[in-house]
């Protein structure tokens, strides 16, 4: 059981660039979510899914685009990367939906955007 | 606006002492608290939680304590060890939603010296 896995762990992109974050869950959770953390900002919800096929935006979710094709991935594609983009990622996922539902959290991806 | 808040970036404690860990918030539609500990390199993990209708939760040597007319949260760890320095979390939710929108707070860096 290797619980939410991310990849990749570190990533370096130019301005402009596109690329995929990719997470995986195998405790078949239907709850996942895509946070990043800034120094002194704390954790911020980019998007989430409720199960396959269901997605929804969070706090931040400017420039990036989410799918859930299949309960386990949940990727978060950066459509056109920029400096305001440099963070790190973290994946999250839970048995439900509920505020009282523990969430389990990747390691996180950490990307500089140049 | 910042609807969780965690005051102090950083505490330091002496290795068998009390760590109190203090989190404020103002949305009073939050039923549910968690603490999360983060390492470095590491996503957050679980750690206690608390639900609006207790005053207090404790699992071993982790005590969580609910003010909700000041709402206000503490995490008291009793006696600190080494291996308690991360930062440690607050995150604030609605136990009964369609979504487990936690916000969360900037962390608290803890530090447990020798």
């Known amino acids: 059981n290797a619980g939410v896995t991310q990849t990749p762990k570190f990533q370096v992109l130019k301005t402009g660039q596109s690329m995929t974050l990719q997470c995986a869950q195998d405790?078949?959770?239907?709850?996942m979510s895509w946070y990043r953390q800034d120094p002194g900002m704390g954790l911020r919800l980019i998007h989430y899914?409720?199960?396959?096929?269901?997605?929804d935006q969070g706090e931040v979710p400017n420039g990036y685009n989410v799918s859930r094709s299949t309960t386990e991935d949940f990727p978060l594609r950066l459509l056109s990367a920029a400096p305001s983009q440099t963070s790190v990622y973290f994946c999250?996922?839970?048995?439900?939906?509920?505020?009282?539902?523990?969430?389990?959290f990747g390691p996180g991806t950490r990307l500089t955007v140049l | 606006d910042q609807q969780v808040k965690q005051n102090s970036p950083s505490l330091s404690v002496q290795e068998g002492r009390i760590s109190i860990l203090n989190c404020d918030y103002t949305n009073s539609m939050f039923d549910y608290f968690l603490w999360y500990k983060k390492y470095p390199a590491e996503g957050p993990t679980f750690l206690i939680s608390?639900?609006?209708?207790?005053d207090k939760n404790e699992d071993g040597r982790f005590t969580v304590f609910l003010n909700k007319s000041a709402k206000h949260l503490s995490l008291h760890i009793v006696p600190s060890q080494p291996g308690d320095s991360a930062v440690y979390f607050c995150?604030?939710?609605?136990?009964?939603?369609?979504?487990?929108?936690?916000?969360f707070g900037t962390g608290t860096r803890l530090q447990v010296t020798l």
């Open positions: 405790m078949n959770h239907e709850y």
């Open positions: 608390i639900s609006s209708i207790k």
């Open positions: 995150a604030s939710g609605v136990t009964y939603g369609t979504a487990s929108k936690l916000t």
């Open positions: 999250a996922s839970s048995y439900g939906a509920g505020g009282s539902d523990t969430q389990y």
């Open positions: 899914s409720v199960g396959a096929g269901i997605t």
